[in-house]
């Protein structure tokens, strides 16, 4: 069975970094398929490589190991971790990176069914490890040797609890629902913080209010209305987008704005 | 063998919605090789991707599967296909994606050598289908499977006609042809849709009207002289370029400009 | 062995150019792992394509082939040349696009243990050969075909001396030493062209001077300091970076500005 390994980095398409990590784990696992999820990550934006990952990591199959690099605190005393699920193996800075993709309570204890070491064992790592690239010295070797079929207990300690981000959820209203937009997508499509499950179903005719404008209910395909629209997006999230334009260019709109359910 | 799947998309890179498909695809056909042709078309832009695919699956192996998604009817009654011609098989929406790897007559017609079939059979769908993300809930899926060595027919129905694009081509003025720029490159080249056959042979001294801009005849390469110059592109069009800088913004041309030949 | 071939282009990611050279190559070579090392190279910028394989490809297995197309001069009399040393392939125009990855003499004689030829054999070509995508036509076809094992003196003569660039060095001053900015990455740091061993050790407290500001000694890490800060970057050259910010902006810096050390 080839082994798959995923990338998710703020390292941009404009560099050779990516690269680099690509090639340290091909010379170790030289069978290793490499997958990119995203490199355009906001720099530093762990929320934004959260999210990503909680978006396409479940498509892949079970054993791929998911290769996480958004790490403003390179050589600062912040942990590298694998994590494990039953699904799939996670390869990151213990940084709250994780934290859609797996659920971790409040105060970081993991969840039944996930097991969690740290990176300690510095045999698999670079010999020369700089202070400023631990993707390509720490965490891609780490990942490479991993998908030799090592077992996630020789990398290090085995550890209960990880970081945890606040994740963005929408608020109860007396009215309705206050969420947030938490991302804009290549088309302009705002996905919002507010679940499937938040809402009344598909069809009920509340209102939803963003940037001053106001819609009703929700449509079922880009293509039911001309102009603005709601649906449950392909994420399981409330989107705001509009036929064969820009819904963010059309309202202002950007991450962190606000959109309020009324019921 | 190993099969290719090649992958040309609206999604862009900043998002991981082609990553997603490509998880779908990789359950299911875990020795696939996946081959990027260009995922920052235009969104919505049916005939960019189909002059992409035009320009870039000719040189692929033989029985590499093609799969297109920009999808602006996702969730509509437009119908999804697979169509198959002596090189490769092309996996996409109907909506005239396809326009420049196969010549369909102007009525739909196949051309002698293709077939295709409407995708009905959702037994090679995921078994939860989004009504926005048909990317990867049923066309991934879908050249996954093929890849595995199924026959076209086990998809759905045979169908004798696709979607057509009216595809740009110049027009005969009195004294010579008027053309369009179809696509600017990365370097700022212009390609046009006249194409080399449109036009008398190299070293011919046509002239050249672009954006109150004369050129006379065709040079061979981008460095036969400094400034503005002509040539018949590595796609087989007629390409205004400029060695060694931006031809784009020297004429501040852009998609849909004319050109003028005066032979 | 699966063979892996690296791309380095400045053909973007907005245009079918790199996948067709993709397709051909797999035609050819149908077990090539091809790797992306960058492919937004500014247009015919040999000198960032050059210093971009510097940092990518020494972390590449043994026998790796790095094909690299930045190509001003394509269709002219400039050669194409196949490039052995005793870690990687080298596929290239010659034109100092390989003056980091080996370093020949400044008149371009090869180093002890390389070994290189020019491209004549057009049996390795493809059968049309276009004058303006090479890379397609020649280049992509002879990576493949001698990623299949073939020895480098089936392509072409012997040369032993290839076109070598002015590498961007930093200067000796009264005071100290004068270098430049030689790339903005992604993060908006700034990578000097002075390597770690021109200067002091960390923590010797010599002074940075750029775009009017001053800057002490070396940091170690990007978290080291609130604010700019120096530091030998993960590529063993002096870099200006900002935590969490970005150095450019903050310090209207680009390529080809001055830094200068005071020790």
């Keep these: 069975m080839v082994p798959i390994i995923t990338l998710t980095t703020d390292m941009g398409l404009d560099d050779a970094y990516v690269a680099a990590m690509k090639g340290v784990i091909l010379g170790i696992s030289p069978e290793a398929r490499l997958i990119d999820i995203c490199h355009t990550i906001r720099p530093q934006d762990i929320a934004q490589a959260a999210f990503f990952m909680g978006q396409a990591c479940p ?16 050589g600062t005393d912040r942990r590298g971790i694998i994590l494990k699920t039953k699904d799939a193996f996670f390869v990151a800075p213990d940084n709250g990176i994780l934290s859609y993709v797996v659920k971790p309570k409040t105060d970081g204890r993991l969840p039944p069914g996930t097991e969690a070491v740290v990176l300690t064992r510095r045999k698999f790592w670079r ?4 202070a400023t690239f631990h993707g390509r010295d720490i965490f891609a070797p780490v990942a490479a040797h991993l998908s030799l079929g090592r077992s996630i207990s020789e990398f290090g300690e085995t550890i209960d609890r990880i970081e945890v ?80 334009a820009n819904a963010a260019a059309t309202l202002r709109a950007k991450v962190g704005d606000k959109v309020n359910i009324i019921l």
Excluded at 59 to 74: E, N, S, W
Excluded at 127 to 130: H, I, L
Excluded at 213 to 229: K, M, V
Aim: glycine content about 12%; charged content about 20%; cysteine-free.
């Design 59 to 74: 498509y892949f199959p079970a054993g791929t190991i998911h290769l996480a690099m958004v790490d403003p605190g390179v």
């Design 127 to 130: 010999k020369d490890v700089s």
């Design 165 to 244: 981000l606040k994740i963005s959820r929408p608020r109860k209203t007396k009215g309705g629902l206050t969420g947030h937009i938490i991302h804009v997508d290549t088309y302009g499509n705002l996905i919002t913080d507010i679940a499937a499950q938040d809402l009344p179903r598909t069809g009920t005719a509340f209102k939803i209010n963003i940037n001053g404008r106001e819609l009703t209910g929700l449509s079922r395909t880009y293509a039911d209305t001309a102009g603005l629209l709601a649906l449950i997006g392909s994420g399981g999230y409330l989107e705001i987008a509009e036929h064969n």
